[in-house]
Every structure is written in structure tokens, then in C-alpha cells.
């Protein structure tokens, strides 16, 4: 089956704002990483925030969903062990699977980030009257079943 000449522009309509959104969420969210762990890699912030949604995972699961090399999750997930946020454990059923999850540390320092972000967005926001407020979260939870859909966690 092929798409119709509408279904093309919708589809390349749908990237181009992805393209345009993708820069600017990273901006927000990024900033409330900054406030309160400015030492944190980029990289490293994703994998918490990833397995605050996800929990317990082995390492490649973790790779590929943030599409990341083995090596460089690896490396990443080391320095996040040595800091307390995350704990290795030995699969129990296959002892060649490291599987991984949030210690305490690293779930408090999820929480604090979520603070940090509410407090940065609390006075963009504060631009939003009530309804356009209630209608971007609508279509953060609309997106967020669209992603789910197009790219199953």
C-alpha cells in the first residue's frame, strides 16, 4: 500500500516539528538537571531519568533504548555507580546479564530534578492562562501515546 501525497506531507510535517521540539525540550530539561548536578553527563542524565520510568533493565535493553553504544552506556552507568545512583546486579537466571536500577540516591535526585523543572517552568508557564495550560498538558499526554505507539518502550 502506498501513501497518498497527504499522508507524505503529513508524515514530513510530523518530523519537521519534531525536529523543532526536540532542542527546545532538551533546553528545559536539561536546565533542571544543571541546578541541581552540574556534573552530570548528558548522557548519564538520560539513563536516570530512563530507568526512573523504566526500573530494573540489563545494560543492552538500556543501550537501546537510548540509543547508545554497549561501551558507551557502560562507561556512563560506571560513573553513575560510583556516585550512588545506580546498582549493578547478576541476572539470575543468566550470569552474563548485568542488570541495572536506581538506588534511593539516584530516585531522590530524579524527585529534585522534577522540583528543579516545575520551578523553571512554574514562570515560562506562568504566560499560559488556565486553558492554554490544561490544553499543553493534553497534548503532552496525547504525544506521549503517540510516541508509545510509534516507538513501543
Sequence with gaps: MTASRSDEKNRAECVRLSFEIYP?????MY???DQIEPGLTRTQQIIV??????GMMSM??????????NE????????????GFIERMQ??????VVNIKLTDSGKDYVKQAQKAALQIGASRFDMLNESELQEFCATLEMLAGVLDKVDPK
Excluded: G, M, P, Y
Design 24 to 28: 527546545r525540550i532538551r533546553k528545559l
Design 31 to 33: 536546565k533542571s538537571f
Design 49 to 54: 531519568l530512563t530507568l526512573s520510568q523504566s
Design 60 to 69: 543492552s535493553e538500556l543501550a537501546a533504548r537510548i540509543s547508545t553504544s
Design 72 to 83: 558507551q552506556a557502560t562507561r556512563a552507568v560506571s560513573q553513575l555507580v560510583d556516585r
Design 91 to 96: 541476572n539470575k537466571f543468566n550470569r552474563r
